[in-house]
Protein backbone atom coordinates (compact mmCIF):
# COMPACT_ATOMS: atom_id res chain seq x y z
CA UNK A 1 0.00 0.00 0.00
CA UNK A 2 1.65 3.24 -1.13
CA UNK A 3 1.57 6.49 0.96
CA UNK A 4 1.28 9.69 -0.62
CA UNK A 5 2.86 12.75 0.14
CA UNK A 6 3.91 16.28 -1.23
CA UNK A 7 7.16 18.04 -1.47
CA UNK A 8 6.85 21.68 -2.04
CA UNK A 9 9.86 23.46 -3.19
CA UNK A 10 9.33 27.08 -2.63
CA UNK A 11 12.35 27.97 -4.25
CA UNK A 12 10.87 27.08 -7.59
CA UNK A 13 7.43 29.16 -6.97
CA UNK A 14 7.04 31.87 -8.85
CA UNK A 15 3.23 32.67 -7.47
CA UNK A 16 2.02 32.46 -10.71
CA UNK A 17 -1.09 30.41 -9.25
CA UNK A 18 -1.31 28.16 -12.55
CA UNK A 19 -2.09 25.48 -9.55
CA UNK A 20 -4.51 27.30 -8.32
CA UNK A 21 -6.28 27.22 -11.35
CA UNK A 22 -5.73 23.96 -12.39
CA UNK A 23 -7.15 22.71 -8.80
CA UNK A 24 -9.95 24.86 -9.42
CA UNK A 25 -10.82 23.65 -13.11
CA UNK A 26 -10.02 19.76 -12.42
CA UNK A 27 -12.31 19.51 -8.76
CA UNK A 28 -14.87 22.45 -10.08
CA UNK A 29 -13.89 24.67 -6.73
CA UNK A 30 -16.48 27.64 -6.89
CA UNK A 31 -15.49 31.17 -6.65
CA UNK A 32 -14.38 32.66 -3.20
CA UNK A 33 -13.36 28.85 -2.06
CA UNK A 34 -9.76 27.57 -2.67
CA UNK A 35 -8.80 23.73 -1.98
CA UNK A 36 -5.28 25.03 -2.78
CA UNK A 37 -3.73 28.57 -3.34
CA UNK A 38 -0.21 30.52 -3.17
CA UNK A 39 0.00 32.99 -0.30
CA UNK A 40 1.79 36.13 -1.16
CA UNK A 41 3.70 37.57 1.55
CA UNK A 42 6.01 41.21 1.30
CA UNK A 43 8.45 40.62 4.02
CA UNK A 44 11.50 42.70 5.28
CA UNK A 45 11.84 46.52 5.69
CA UNK A 46 12.53 48.90 2.90
CA UNK A 47 14.95 48.53 0.85
CA UNK A 48 15.55 44.85 1.94
CA UNK A 49 11.78 43.90 0.61
CA UNK A 50 10.77 40.79 -0.71
CA UNK A 51 7.84 38.85 -2.02
CA UNK A 52 7.79 35.17 -0.56
CA UNK A 53 5.45 32.85 -1.20
CA UNK A 54 3.65 29.58 0.39
CA UNK A 55 1.94 27.23 -1.23
CA UNK A 56 -0.87 25.79 0.89
CA UNK A 57 -2.83 22.77 0.63
CA UNK A 58 -4.44 20.12 3.02
CA UNK A 59 -1.51 18.60 4.75
CA UNK A 60 -3.03 15.19 4.40
CA UNK A 61 -2.22 14.53 8.42
CA UNK A 62 -1.40 11.84 9.88
CA UNK A 63 -3.25 12.24 12.75
CA UNK A 64 -5.95 14.27 11.30
CA UNK A 65 -7.91 16.29 13.79
CA UNK A 66 -10.59 16.58 11.07
CA UNK A 67 -11.37 12.70 11.06
CA UNK A 68 -11.14 12.70 15.09
CA UNK A 69 -13.71 15.45 15.48
CA UNK A 70 -16.16 14.66 12.44
CA UNK A 71 -19.42 12.79 13.99
CA UNK A 72 -20.37 10.92 11.00
CA UNK A 73 -17.47 9.44 9.72
CA UNK A 74 -17.58 11.90 6.20
CA UNK A 75 -14.07 13.04 7.41
CA UNK A 76 -11.73 9.76 6.35
CA UNK A 77 -8.34 8.84 6.23
CA UNK A 78 -7.63 5.84 3.30
CA UNK A 79 -4.90 3.47 3.71
CA UNK A 80 -2.78 5.41 1.54
CA UNK A 81 -2.39 8.27 3.73
CA UNK A 82 -5.16 11.00 1.21
CA UNK A 83 -7.85 12.62 3.91
CA UNK A 84 -10.87 13.12 2.03
CA UNK A 85 -14.91 14.05 2.72
CA UNK A 86 -17.48 11.55 2.12
CA UNK A 87 -20.00 14.48 1.35
CA UNK A 88 -23.12 12.09 1.53
CA UNK A 89 -22.68 11.67 4.97
CA UNK A 90 -21.38 15.37 5.44
CA UNK A 91 -24.04 16.90 7.80
CA UNK A 92 -21.95 20.46 7.70
CA UNK A 93 -21.45 20.90 11.34
CA UNK A 94 -18.36 22.61 10.51
CA UNK A 95 -16.58 21.01 12.97
CA UNK A 96 -13.97 19.71 11.21
CA UNK A 97 -13.15 23.40 9.66
CA UNK A 98 -12.78 24.48 13.38
CA UNK A 99 -9.88 21.33 14.31
CA UNK A 100 -8.34 21.65 11.39
CA UNK A 101 -4.76 23.95 12.57
CA UNK A 102 -4.31 24.77 8.63
CA UNK A 103 -7.53 26.55 7.38
CA UNK A 104 -7.31 23.76 4.82
CA UNK A 105 -11.46 23.36 4.75
CA UNK A 106 -14.37 25.62 3.20
CA UNK A 107 -17.43 24.89 2.62
CA UNK A 108 -18.82 24.19 -0.52
CA UNK A 109 -20.91 27.05 -1.57
CA UNK A 110 -22.68 25.22 -4.06
CA UNK A 111 -23.24 21.01 -2.41
CA UNK A 112 -23.37 22.72 0.98
CA UNK A 113 -21.00 20.20 2.72
CA UNK A 114 -17.26 20.30 3.82
CA UNK A 115 -15.17 20.59 0.96
CA UNK A 116 -10.53 20.12 0.92
CA UNK A 117 -7.87 19.04 -1.32
CA UNK A 118 -7.99 15.47 -2.54
CA UNK A 119 -4.68 15.42 -3.48
CA UNK A 120 -6.73 14.15 -6.57
CA UNK A 121 -7.54 10.92 -5.60
CA UNK A 122 -9.83 10.05 -8.38
CA UNK A 123 -6.61 11.00 -10.71
CA UNK A 124 -4.03 9.32 -8.44
CA UNK A 125 -6.18 5.94 -8.53
CA UNK A 126 -6.26 5.98 -12.37
CA UNK A 127 -2.39 6.64 -11.86
CA UNK A 128 -1.95 10.14 -12.91
CA UNK A 129 -0.48 13.00 -10.24
CA UNK A 130 -2.93 15.49 -9.14
CA UNK A 131 -3.66 18.62 -11.55
CA UNK A 132 -1.68 21.11 -9.49
CA UNK A 133 1.82 19.04 -9.23
CA UNK A 134 1.17 18.55 -13.52
CA UNK A 135 0.31 22.39 -14.34
CA UNK A 136 3.57 23.62 -12.20
CA UNK A 137 5.77 25.35 -14.55
CA UNK A 138 8.62 25.40 -11.84
CA UNK A 139 8.10 21.58 -10.73
CA UNK A 140 7.57 23.13 -7.20
CA UNK A 141 5.10 20.48 -6.30
CA UNK A 142 6.42 16.78 -6.09
CA UNK A 143 4.00 13.38 -4.99
CA UNK A 144 4.94 10.09 -4.64
CA UNK A 145 4.60 7.46 -2.54
CA UNK A 146 6.95 7.83 0.33
CA UNK A 147 7.17 4.21 1.00
CA UNK A 148 8.92 3.64 -2.19
CA UNK A 149 12.46 4.02 -1.98
CA UNK A 150 12.90 4.92 -5.73
CA UNK A 151 10.51 7.53 -5.64
CA UNK A 152 11.44 10.76 -6.40
CA UNK A 153 9.90 12.42 -3.29
CA UNK A 154 11.34 9.73 -1.28
CA UNK A 155 14.87 10.70 -2.71
CA UNK A 156 14.06 14.52 -2.10
CA UNK A 157 13.37 13.82 1.25
CA UNK A 158 16.25 11.63 2.48
CA UNK A 159 18.80 14.21 0.76
CA UNK A 160 16.95 17.70 1.54
CA UNK A 161 16.32 19.72 4.64
CA UNK A 162 12.48 19.91 4.46
CA UNK A 163 9.33 21.36 7.07
CA UNK A 164 5.92 20.65 7.66
CA UNK A 165 3.61 24.05 9.02
CA UNK A 166 2.76 23.81 12.66
CA UNK A 167 4.76 20.72 13.84
CA UNK A 168 4.07 21.63 17.14
CA UNK A 169 0.38 20.55 16.58
CA UNK A 170 1.24 16.85 16.34
CA UNK A 171 -0.80 16.50 13.42
CA UNK A 172 1.94 15.04 11.62
CA UNK A 173 1.36 16.77 7.97
CA UNK A 174 2.43 15.04 5.29
CA UNK A 175 3.16 18.11 2.81
CA UNK A 176 6.91 18.84 3.41
CA UNK A 177 8.52 22.59 2.34
CA UNK A 178 11.79 23.44 0.98
CA UNK A 179 13.54 26.58 1.48
CA UNK A 180 10.52 28.65 3.03
CA UNK A 181 11.95 28.17 6.46
CA UNK A 182 14.81 30.80 5.10
CA UNK A 183 13.20 33.99 4.85
CA UNK A 184 13.87 34.84 8.25
CA UNK A 185 11.62 36.79 10.47
CA UNK A 186 9.06 36.36 9.08
CA UNK A 187 5.22 35.06 8.65
CA UNK A 188 6.20 31.91 6.53
CA UNK A 189 8.86 31.46 9.32
CA UNK A 190 5.85 31.38 11.88
CA UNK A 191 4.44 28.83 9.77
CA UNK A 192 7.16 26.63 9.26
CA UNK A 193 8.45 25.80 12.78
CA UNK A 194 9.92 22.47 12.30
CA UNK A 195 12.61 21.30 10.16
CA UNK A 196 12.51 17.55 9.80
CA UNK B 1 2.65 45.53 6.64
CA UNK B 2 2.57 42.42 5.58
CA UNK B 3 -0.95 41.03 3.76
CA UNK B 4 -1.72 37.76 2.08
CA UNK B 5 -3.13 38.48 -1.15
CA UNK B 6 -5.41 36.01 -1.20
CA UNK B 7 -8.03 35.43 2.00
CA UNK B 8 -7.67 37.00 5.03
CA UNK B 9 -6.58 32.70 6.65
CA UNK B 10 -9.52 33.13 8.45
CA UNK B 11 -12.41 30.45 8.79
CA UNK B 12 -15.96 31.72 9.54
CA UNK B 13 -17.66 28.67 11.08
CA UNK B 14 -21.03 29.28 13.05
CA UNK B 15 -23.21 32.07 13.08
CA UNK B 16 -25.22 33.07 16.15
CA UNK B 17 -27.68 30.33 15.94
CA UNK B 18 -24.37 28.12 18.13
CA UNK B 19 -24.64 30.65 20.36
CA UNK B 20 -27.88 30.28 20.70
CA UNK B 21 -27.92 26.66 21.07
CA UNK B 22 -25.40 27.13 23.61
CA UNK B 23 -26.43 29.83 25.54
CA UNK B 24 -30.83 27.56 25.81
CA UNK B 25 -28.91 24.45 26.52
CA UNK B 26 -27.09 25.91 29.37
CA UNK B 27 -29.89 27.56 31.13
CA UNK B 28 -32.10 24.55 29.91
CA UNK B 29 -29.19 22.09 32.00
CA UNK B 30 -28.44 24.52 35.11
CA UNK B 31 -32.14 25.49 35.96
CA UNK B 32 -32.80 22.09 36.05
CA UNK B 33 -30.43 20.73 37.69
CA UNK B 34 -31.01 23.60 40.16
CA UNK B 35 -35.09 22.45 40.29
CA UNK B 36 -33.43 18.87 41.18
CA UNK B 37 -30.88 20.00 44.00
CA UNK B 38 -33.72 22.26 45.72
CA UNK B 39 -36.06 19.56 45.45
CA UNK B 40 -34.03 17.10 47.43
CA UNK B 41 -32.77 20.39 49.72
CA UNK B 42 -36.00 21.71 50.77
CA UNK B 43 -39.15 18.61 50.23
CA UNK B 44 -40.13 17.46 47.21
CA UNK B 45 -43.54 18.82 48.56
CA UNK B 46 -42.86 22.41 48.85
CA UNK B 47 -41.52 22.65 45.33
CA UNK B 48 -43.49 21.66 43.31
CA UNK B 49 -43.67 25.04 41.40
CA UNK B 50 -39.92 25.29 40.84
CA UNK B 51 -40.27 21.81 39.52
CA UNK B 52 -43.06 23.03 37.05
CA UNK B 53 -40.85 25.98 36.30
CA UNK B 54 -37.71 23.19 35.32
CA UNK B 55 -40.28 20.84 33.55
CA UNK B 56 -41.72 23.53 31.59
CA UNK B 57 -38.46 25.64 30.59
CA UNK B 58 -35.57 23.10 30.48
CA UNK B 59 -36.91 20.89 27.82
CA UNK B 60 -38.92 23.93 26.09
CA UNK B 61 -35.24 25.89 26.08
CA UNK B 62 -33.47 22.69 24.91
CA UNK B 63 -35.58 22.13 22.21
CA UNK B 64 -35.27 25.94 20.99
CA UNK B 65 -31.33 25.74 21.68
CA UNK B 66 -31.49 22.20 19.50
CA UNK B 67 -33.63 23.66 16.78
CA UNK B 68 -30.98 26.79 16.34
CA UNK B 69 -28.35 24.08 15.61
CA UNK B 70 -30.15 21.60 13.42
CA UNK B 71 -30.88 25.01 11.13
CA UNK B 72 -27.11 26.05 11.16
CA UNK B 73 -26.33 22.63 10.03
CA UNK B 74 -25.74 22.99 5.73
CA UNK B 75 -27.51 19.57 5.18
CA UNK B 76 -30.33 19.92 8.38
CA UNK B 77 -31.61 16.80 6.55
CA UNK B 78 -28.59 14.43 7.46
CA UNK B 79 -28.68 15.33 11.53
CA UNK B 80 -29.72 12.01 12.11
CA UNK B 81 -26.63 10.72 11.03
CA UNK B 82 -24.55 12.38 13.91
CA UNK B 83 -26.32 10.04 15.79
CA UNK B 84 -25.94 6.82 14.13
CA UNK B 85 -22.66 6.92 13.01
CA UNK B 86 -21.03 6.07 16.33
CA UNK B 87 -18.01 7.84 16.23
CA UNK B 88 -16.96 7.22 19.35
CA UNK B 89 -13.69 9.60 19.09
CA UNK B 90 -16.07 12.61 18.00
CA UNK B 91 -17.03 14.97 21.00
CA UNK B 92 -20.44 16.08 18.66
CA UNK B 93 -21.58 12.33 18.63
CA UNK B 94 -21.24 12.15 22.53
CA UNK B 95 -22.86 15.16 22.62
CA UNK B 96 -25.62 15.14 20.40
CA UNK B 97 -26.69 11.72 22.46
CA UNK B 98 -26.28 13.36 25.59
CA UNK B 99 -28.46 16.50 25.03
CA UNK B 100 -30.93 14.76 22.79
CA UNK B 101 -31.09 12.34 26.14
CA UNK B 102 -31.43 15.55 28.36
CA UNK B 103 -34.48 16.77 26.41
CA UNK B 104 -35.76 13.39 26.68
CA UNK B 105 -35.53 12.97 30.33
CA UNK B 106 -36.54 16.96 31.06
CA UNK B 107 -39.50 17.07 28.80
CA UNK B 108 -40.67 13.60 30.93
CA UNK B 109 -40.24 15.30 34.15
CA UNK B 110 -42.11 17.92 32.66
CA UNK B 111 -44.97 15.56 31.84
CA UNK B 112 -44.58 14.79 35.94
CA UNK B 113 -44.88 18.17 37.23
CA UNK B 114 -47.52 19.29 35.07
CA UNK B 115 -49.31 16.46 36.54
CA UNK B 116 -50.16 15.10 32.39
CA UNK B 117 -48.63 11.55 33.79
CA UNK B 118 -49.08 10.74 36.91
CA UNK B 119 -46.29 8.62 38.63
CA UNK B 120 -45.00 7.88 42.26
CA UNK B 121 -42.39 9.75 43.76
CA UNK B 122 -39.72 7.31 43.38
CA UNK B 123 -40.02 7.72 39.82
CA UNK B 124 -40.00 11.53 39.64
CA UNK B 125 -37.20 11.35 41.34
CA UNK B 126 -35.44 8.94 39.22
CA UNK B 127 -36.13 11.04 36.57
CA UNK B 128 -34.95 13.77 38.39
CA UNK B 129 -31.79 12.54 39.42
CA UNK B 130 -30.70 11.23 35.68
CA UNK B 131 -31.77 14.19 34.28
CA UNK B 132 -29.87 16.55 36.16
CA UNK B 133 -27.25 14.65 35.84
CA UNK B 134 -27.29 14.52 31.80
CA UNK B 135 -27.90 18.45 32.70
CA UNK B 136 -24.36 18.39 34.14
CA UNK B 137 -23.06 16.77 31.23
CA UNK B 138 -24.18 19.23 28.66
CA UNK B 139 -23.10 22.53 30.58
CA UNK B 140 -19.23 20.03 30.76
CA UNK B 141 -19.97 19.07 27.36
CA UNK B 142 -20.43 22.77 25.74
CA UNK B 143 -17.13 23.46 27.20
CA UNK B 144 -15.30 20.46 26.36
CA UNK B 145 -16.41 20.53 22.73
CA UNK B 146 -14.78 24.17 22.55
CA UNK B 147 -11.47 22.97 23.72
CA UNK B 148 -11.32 20.21 21.54
CA UNK B 149 -10.42 22.00 18.74
CA UNK B 150 -7.67 23.30 20.20
CA UNK B 151 -7.43 27.02 19.50
CA UNK B 152 -6.21 29.22 22.55
CA UNK B 153 -9.47 31.07 23.47
CA UNK B 154 -11.14 27.49 23.52
CA UNK B 155 -8.53 25.68 24.86
CA UNK B 156 -6.28 27.92 27.14
CA UNK B 157 -8.84 29.67 29.48
CA UNK B 158 -10.83 27.17 31.24
CA UNK B 159 -13.39 27.31 28.98
CA UNK B 160 -14.76 23.97 30.40
CA UNK B 161 -15.37 25.06 34.02
CA UNK B 162 -16.68 28.60 32.81
CA UNK B 163 -19.22 27.78 30.98
CA UNK B 164 -21.04 25.42 33.07
CA UNK B 165 -20.82 28.10 35.99
CA UNK B 166 -22.03 30.30 33.38
CA UNK B 167 -25.26 27.57 33.11
CA UNK B 168 -25.67 27.68 36.64
CA UNK B 169 -26.41 31.65 36.78
CA UNK B 170 -28.14 31.44 33.36
CA UNK B 171 -30.19 28.48 34.99
CA UNK B 172 -30.93 30.23 38.26
CA UNK B 173 -31.87 33.58 36.68
CA UNK B 174 -34.27 31.65 33.99
CA UNK B 175 -36.05 30.11 37.18
CA UNK B 176 -35.83 33.36 38.78
CA UNK B 177 -37.75 35.70 36.29
CA UNK B 178 -39.72 32.76 35.44
CA UNK B 179 -41.16 32.10 38.84
CA UNK B 180 -41.04 36.37 39.22
CA UNK B 181 -43.28 36.30 36.17
CA UNK B 182 -45.77 33.73 37.48
CA UNK B 183 -45.98 35.34 41.19
CA UNK B 184 -44.46 33.13 42.92
CA UNK B 185 -44.46 32.79 46.79
CA UNK B 186 -43.32 29.52 48.00
CA UNK B 187 -40.94 29.56 51.10
CA UNK B 188 -37.66 28.42 49.04
CA UNK B 189 -37.79 31.70 46.45
CA UNK B 190 -35.49 33.41 48.66
CA UNK B 191 -33.19 30.87 48.64
CA UNK B 192 -33.14 30.47 44.64
CA UNK B 193 -32.33 34.21 44.34
CA UNK B 194 -29.52 33.53 46.57
CA UNK B 195 -28.26 30.55 44.27
CA UNK B 196 -28.49 33.53 41.47
CA UNK B 197 -26.78 35.53 43.17
CA UNK B 198 -23.56 33.68 44.23
CA UNK B 199 -23.60 31.74 40.65
CA UNK B 200 -23.52 35.11 39.29
CA UNK B 201 -20.88 36.07 40.96
CA UNK B 202 -18.81 33.15 40.34
CA UNK B 203 -19.52 33.60 36.38
CA UNK B 204 -18.15 37.06 36.55
CA UNK B 205 -14.83 36.21 38.67
CA UNK B 206 -14.78 32.83 36.14
CA UNK B 207 -14.64 35.47 33.42
CA UNK B 208 -12.16 37.72 34.69
CA UNK B 209 -10.13 34.54 35.62
CA UNK B 210 -10.88 33.57 31.89
CA UNK B 211 -9.19 36.67 30.19
CA UNK B 212 -6.39 36.62 32.72
CA UNK B 213 -5.45 32.96 32.15
CA UNK B 214 -6.06 33.55 28.38
CA UNK B 215 -3.01 36.46 28.50
CA UNK B 216 -0.57 34.48 30.46
CA UNK B 217 -1.24 31.87 28.34
CA UNK B 218 1.79 32.09 26.72
CA UNK B 219 2.24 33.07 23.05
CA UNK B 220 -0.92 31.44 22.05
CA UNK B 221 -3.17 32.52 24.68
CA UNK B 222 -2.00 36.33 24.48
CA UNK B 223 -2.85 36.33 20.66
CA UNK B 224 -5.99 35.06 21.81
CA UNK B 225 -6.77 37.64 24.66
CA UNK B 226 -5.52 40.40 21.54
CA UNK B 227 -8.27 38.94 19.92
CA UNK B 228 -10.95 39.45 22.45
CA UNK B 229 -9.54 42.78 23.68
CA UNK B 230 -9.48 44.62 19.77
CA UNK B 231 -12.77 43.09 18.82
CA UNK B 232 -14.98 42.26 21.98
CA UNK B 233 -13.92 44.88 24.34
CA UNK B 234 -17.00 47.10 24.81
CA UNK B 235 -19.05 44.18 24.55
CA UNK B 236 -16.86 42.22 27.18
CA UNK B 237 -17.02 45.31 29.42
CA UNK B 238 -20.29 46.11 28.98
CA UNK B 239 -22.12 43.25 28.06
CA UNK B 240 -20.43 40.84 30.51
CA UNK B 241 -18.93 42.92 33.42
CA UNK B 242 -20.92 45.77 33.73
CA UNK B 243 -24.32 44.15 33.05
CA UNK B 244 -23.35 41.18 35.44
CA UNK B 245 -22.10 43.44 38.19
CA UNK B 246 -25.47 45.62 37.85
CA UNK B 247 -27.45 42.37 37.75
CA UNK B 248 -25.86 41.09 40.79
CA UNK B 249 -25.99 44.08 42.55
CA UNK B 250 -29.87 44.19 42.08
CA UNK B 251 -30.41 40.69 43.05
CA UNK B 252 -27.97 41.79 46.25
CA UNK B 253 -30.19 44.28 47.17
CA UNK B 254 -33.63 42.74 46.27
CA UNK B 255 -32.95 39.65 48.96
CA UNK B 256 -34.40 41.57 51.69
CA UNK B 257 -37.02 41.86 50.11
CA UNK B 258 -37.68 38.51 48.53
CA UNK B 259 -40.69 37.20 51.19
CA UNK B 260 -42.14 33.89 50.90
CA UNK B 261 -45.71 34.89 50.76
CA UNK B 262 -44.80 38.56 50.24
CA UNK B 263 -46.06 40.46 48.04
CA UNK B 264 -46.35 40.47 44.07
CA UNK B 265 -43.67 43.38 43.79
CA UNK B 266 -41.12 41.27 46.42
CA UNK B 267 -39.33 39.75 42.95
CA UNK B 268 -39.41 43.05 41.07
CA UNK B 269 -35.52 43.64 41.74
CA UNK B 270 -34.43 40.22 41.86
CA UNK B 271 -36.04 39.69 38.62
CA UNK B 272 -34.63 42.76 36.83
CA UNK B 273 -31.35 41.38 38.32
CA UNK B 274 -32.08 37.86 36.49
CA UNK B 275 -32.43 39.26 33.65
CA UNK B 276 -29.39 41.20 33.23
CA UNK B 277 -27.52 38.09 34.60
CA UNK B 278 -29.31 36.34 31.45
CA UNK B 279 -28.01 38.73 29.50
CA UNK B 280 -24.45 38.72 30.54
CA UNK B 281 -24.73 34.96 30.40
CA UNK B 282 -25.53 35.50 26.78
CA UNK B 283 -22.67 38.08 25.80
CA UNK B 284 -20.24 35.71 27.42
CA UNK B 285 -20.61 32.62 25.27
CA UNK B 286 -20.75 34.98 22.23
CA UNK B 287 -18.03 36.55 22.70
CA UNK B 288 -16.05 33.06 23.43
CA UNK B 289 -17.70 31.46 20.71
CA UNK B 290 -16.84 34.14 18.03
CA UNK B 291 -13.90 35.36 19.42
CA UNK B 292 -12.71 31.83 18.99
CA UNK B 293 -13.51 31.95 15.57
CA UNK B 294 -12.02 35.15 14.33
CA UNK B 295 -8.41 33.67 15.43
CA UNK B 296 -6.47 33.04 12.13
CA UNK B 297 -6.06 28.88 11.66
CA UNK B 298 -2.29 30.56 10.03
CA UNK B 299 -0.65 33.47 11.25
CA UNK B 300 -0.93 36.75 9.31
CA UNK B 301 0.75 39.73 10.21
Redesign the interface.
Known sequence: MPRYGMVMDVRRCTGCQACTVACKSENEVPLGVFRTHVRNYETGKFPDVRRTRLPHICNHCSEPRCVKVCPTGASVKRDDGIVYVDYDKCIGCKSCMAACPYGARFMHPVTKVADKCTFCMHRVDAGIVPACVNTCQGSTRIFGDMDDPDSEISKILRSKNTAVLKAAEGTGPQVFYIGAATTGETPVSEEIDEVV | M??????D???H??DIRLVIDMFLGGAAAGAFVLAVVASFSFGWASTASLRKAAGIFSPLAMAIGLAALASE????G??Y??FT?F?F?????WG?WIQLAFLGFAAIFGIMALGWLKAGDGAVKTVGVIGAALGIAVAVYHGLYLA????SIWAAGGIPLLLPISALATGAAALTLWLAATGNKDSYIRSLVKAMLWSSIAMLIGAAAYLFGLSNAGTTGGEGASVLFENFATMMWIGIFAVGVLGTLLAFLGINRVQPGGGSGSLAMPAIGALLILTAGFVLRYVVIMG??LL??????
Not at chain 2, 89 to 93: C, G, I, N, R
Not at chain 2, 148 to 151: A, C, K, S, Y
Open positions: NLPLIGGINMWLSQPRSLSSQTSLLFSDFGRGQPSLPIT
